[in-house]
């Protein structure tokens, strides 16, 4: 019996490319390539790199020939796409969800009523690939993780959690949450670059389990080159779940210390610190943050490690490189962002006031109350409750926020209000700021932000990025 294959529906054809040289049209489905199947964008990708190719399509409904099958001999470059896109996105396939009932997960910890896509848990290497997400391993067969090492899809970021193979069972609520930490040797073994994360539950994976986690993953070296701790996040929502308890000041400074001990040992080794904590774990601790050569290039920035460092060092670097005497008018803003912030943020608020007496910030830090006030970092923050602690408040000309407070891509909160319903509320226009230093003093300084403005008008200010 002849195999059936995935079939993809093309839903753009690139001008100029070589598809549409091939006169293959929207709705025409990709059947396969060179005879073999197609499942996701890293088999496309894999049979597309060669320098001649067949491909088999079928032509789309209400396009010339509808139905018949095409079998396409294709000359090009090496590297060349063919200039397609497809109906399941970037993927090429539907993203692998998650099949655990960790003891810690966030998305367990959301009131209902939000949007849906905030529900979906995702477990799925290749998006560890192709976006940095992080995955426990639990949700990936041999032929997958074979076909991981084969296409060498690496960094893989991995949720680890703990070393201890019953202990990763309770905690990921999962029976083969054990026996999948062994897939990290295959990985090992394979040269495959790897780093790890581990999201600590007091009283749980902690103290002596978090020195076996350490222990453990650092016989990886090199190819694992870094582990994150971070703390695990408490909303309020915890109605039926695990009863877990907030770490406190002292618990922080103990988790610092036992992470730095590692990381001297481990340099002095290696050339790389490995285990980092995140930055939550400082401001709990109220410490200052380690400086930039212990991050290792600043390898788990996304996770959470070296934020603050990095904002703050860059932040300095270009307030240094604008002289004093430039024309700088008067400027009257106001700042919001989260606990965790907050304190850095207000800092570096000051220290432009104090080169720049005619600029004057007003810095609030809002408290999450749509979460708990547990949740103190900025990108957990919610329309409402700026709205809320911001009503009545001196704003100035303009109020910042940090970009990350919003949908990537949109101007939506968490909670779905958008940047014009709040703007007309507190009646003051808000400008967004990116992740570094320069955003952060480029949008105070010279308002090169992403403006949402009272009219009711999203606006994209084009000076942004220049």
């Known amino acids: 019996m002849e195999k059936k294959f995935k079939e993809h529906k093309i839903i753009k054809v ?11 049209e929207v709705n025409d489905i990709l059947i396969s390539i060179n005879d073999t199947e197609i499942e996701d964008v890293f088999d496309y990708n894999y049979l597309i790199d060669d320098d001649f190719i067949t491909v088999l399509i079928r032509k789309g409904e209400g396009n010339a020939d509808a139905g018949a099958e095409w079998e396409l001999e294709i000359d090009k470059e090496y590297s060349e796409d063919l200039g397609l896109e497809f109906e399941e996105g970037g993927l090429m396939d539907n993203y692998h969800s998650c099949t655990n009932n960790c003891i810690f997960c966030f998305i367990d910890q959301m009131p209902k009523g939000m949007r849906d896509t905030l529900y979906f848990k995702d477990d799925d290497t290749r998006l560890s690939f192709l976006q940095g997400n ?3 391993l639990t949700n990936v067969s041999d032929a ?12 893989i970021n991995i949720s680890v959690h703990t070393t201890n193979p019953e202990l990763r069972v309770k905690m990921l609520h999962n029976r083969f949450a054990g026996t999948a930490l062994k897939k990290i040797d295959r990985l090992y073994e394979n040269a495959m670059e790897m780093n790890g994360q581990v999201v600590l539950c007091k009283n749980v994976n902690d103290g002596k389990e978090l020195e076996r986690t350490i222990n453990d993953l650092s016989k990886y070296l090199p190819h694992m080159r870094s582990v994150s701790v971070v703390p695990s996040g408490v909303t309020k929502f915890r109605d039926g779940l695990y009863p877990l308890e907030p770490f406190t000041k ?3 400074c103990k988790v610092i210390d036992l992470i730095e001990s590692y990381q001297d040992k481990l340099f002095n080794e290696y050339g790389l610190h490995f285990i980092h904590a995140s930055d939550e774990w400082y401001i709990m ?21 070296g934020m603050m460092r990095l904002l703050k060092d860059e932040f300095l670097e270009e307030l240094s490189k604008i002289d004093s005497n430039e024309k700088i008018g008067n400027i009257n803003i106001s700042m919001a962002t989260g606990y965790s912030a907050y304190p850095l943020i207000n800092e570096l608020a000051k220290d432009v006031c104090k080169k720049f007496p005619q600029v004057n910030i007003k810095v609030y830090k809002i408290r999450n109350d749509f ?34 407070m919003v949908r990537s891509g949109e101007d939506v909160f968490l909670d779905d209000m958008h ?16 992740s570094s ?13 992403e403006v949402t403005r009272i009219d009711n008008r999203f606006v994209y200010n084009k000076h942004y990025e220049d």
């Open 419 to 434: 940047l014009t319903e709040l703007s007309n509320k507190l009646g003051v226009n808000v400008g967004l700021t990116g």
């Open 250 to 252: 002292e618990d922080a």
């Open 134 to 136: 992080y995955v426990t």
């Open 371 to 404: 979460f708990g006030e547990t949740i103190t970092v900025s990108g957990l923050i919610t329309g409402i409750d700026l709205l809320n602690q911001l009503k009545g408040k001196d704003l100035g000309d303009m109020l910042i926020l940090p970009k990350n």
């Open 437 to 449: 230093g320069k955003d952060l003093l480029y949008g105070i300084l010279f308002n090169k932000t």
């Open 285 to 305: 601790a109220e410490r200052d943050f380690p400086t930039e050569d212990r991050y290792d290039g600043y390898i788990q920035l996304e996770n959470g490690v």
């Open 14 to 24: 690139h001008k100029g490319s070589i598809a549409e040289e091939m006169e293959i």
């Open 144 to 155: 997958q993780l074979d076909k991981v090492i084969k296409y060498h899809m690496c960094p």
